[in-house]
């Protein structure tokens, strides 16, 4: 359980760090809210409800997003090398091409439906 708190606490400090000082305070702001809201007796029903209305009011979720796609970017494409990046333009290709339609292989007498991207 410690090892998720450190995860949850690694990617609240990132994302502080990596936004912006005008979009930082109403994080701030934001979050306050939640562990506030976190505190009180209420349902768990009644708290997301709750939730959901803060996070609609603060308008923080562009600036979330925002920080996770550019480490999404790092991740999965910046710090990749080229015949890593040339085998996920392929498999997106092939995926965007051929979606979920399935393969036939029989093997040994028997038919399994695989899908299509696992064949590739």
């Known amino acids: 359980m410690s ?19 005008s979009e930082r305070e109403a994080l701030r702001m934001w979050a ?15 708290k997301t409800k709750e939730a959901i209305l803060i996070t609609h009011r603060a308008s923080v979720t562009w600036p979330i997003l925002k920080v996770v796609y550019t480490q999404i970017k790092k991740y999965g494409w910046d710090n990749r090398s080229t015949p890593q990046r040339l085998g996920l333009g392929a498999a997106g290709a092939a995926f965007a091409l ?8 029989a093997a040994l007498g028997g038919a399994i439906g695989v899908p299509l991207w696992v064949v590739f």
């Open 3 to 21: 090892e998720q708190n450190d995860r949850q606490r690694q990617l609240a400090v990132q994302l502080a760090q990596n936004t912006p000082p």
């Open 32 to 46: 306050g809210s939640l562990l506030e809201l976190r505190q009180k007796d209420m349902s768990v029903a009644r």
């Open 98 to 105: 051929f979606g979920g339609a399935n393969a036939g292989i």
